[in-house]
């Protein structure tokens, strides 16, 4: 585990012009190492998302904390949030030229090793990588924690490069076991590597130590589970260590 990082920000642009501002971390390393896009639950570019790029420098990876509603715009109010997740859904092409931008600003970084990347993500972050993957980016590995599963454009044979791997609460409200199903059947179709876990008792939010306060501000359905927290982040960077290896 590396012992010192480095962090900055980085303003980059898509090409429907939107200003998008990055969180980029990176161990100190004298030579390029695998990256990682961390895409963020529907509050925006927050400290969660931040933190999760930290630990992924943490354990030798760069990381770039993406930002998809432009100007590193953050919320904690779930109306707010959802009005700016659903204006990325209005145009077919957002939610993956905004990704695109953040993962070709990723891998242009010098710290990065541009041949191993991968992609994680939380929520409506999951949703964006797994449209990211869907488009045929060159990801080696995808993780989604309680994420939107429903596809944009449905995955064809031969596109999705990645490994993905589903990290999904049973107790996920938001999201179902039949969601769960019908996002299966896409990837066998499709003939994807992929796994599914489901962790028992584990709502959506899962992952986040914040869900419970959200939830109660906001009448919504979250809730934390640090088992399936701790299990779901060991098994991506199982995913994470097989796949972008050197």
Not at 38 to 64: C, F, H, I, K, S
């Amino acid at each position: 585990m590396a012992s010192v990082i480095k962090t900055r920000e980085i303003q980059y642009t898509a090409k429907d012009g939107s200003t998008l501002i990055g969180y980029f971390a990176a161990p100190e390393s004298t030579t390029p190492v695998a990256a990682v896009i961390v895409a963020p639950e529907w509050w925006g570019r927050n400290e969660y998302t931040e933190q999760r790029a930290r630990e992924l420098a943490e354990n030798g990876y760069a990381a770039l904390a993406i930002d998809m509603y432009g100007q590193k715009k953050v919320t904690s109010e779930a109306s707010q949030a959802n009005e700016w997740m659903t204006e990325t859904f209005q145009d077919s092409t957002t939610i993956v030229t905004r990704a695109s931008a953040a993962l070709e600003t990723l891998a242009a970084q010098d710290e990065v090793d541009s041949s191993r990347l991968g992609a994680i993500g939380f929520c409506y972050g999951g949703k964006v990588i797994l449209d990211l993957a869907r488009s045929g980016a060159p990801l080696k590995a995808v993780a989604t924690f309680h994420a939107n599963l429903s596809a944009q454009t449905p995955a064809e044979e031969g596109k999705i490069q990645a490994e993905i791997l589903v990290l999904h609460g049973e107790l996920d409200s938001m999201v179902s076991l039949d969601d769960v199903a019908t996002f299966r059947e896409e990837m066998h179709a499709a003939k994807v590597n992929h796994e599914v876990i489901i962790f028992e008792d584990a709502k959506h939010g899962f992952s986040n130590p914040l869900a419970d306060e959200k939830a109660k501000a906001n009448g919504v359905d979250l809730g934390y589970n640090a088992e399936a927290e701790k299990q779901s982040l060991e098994a991506m960077y199982e995913l994470l260590a097989h796949q972008l290896k050197a």
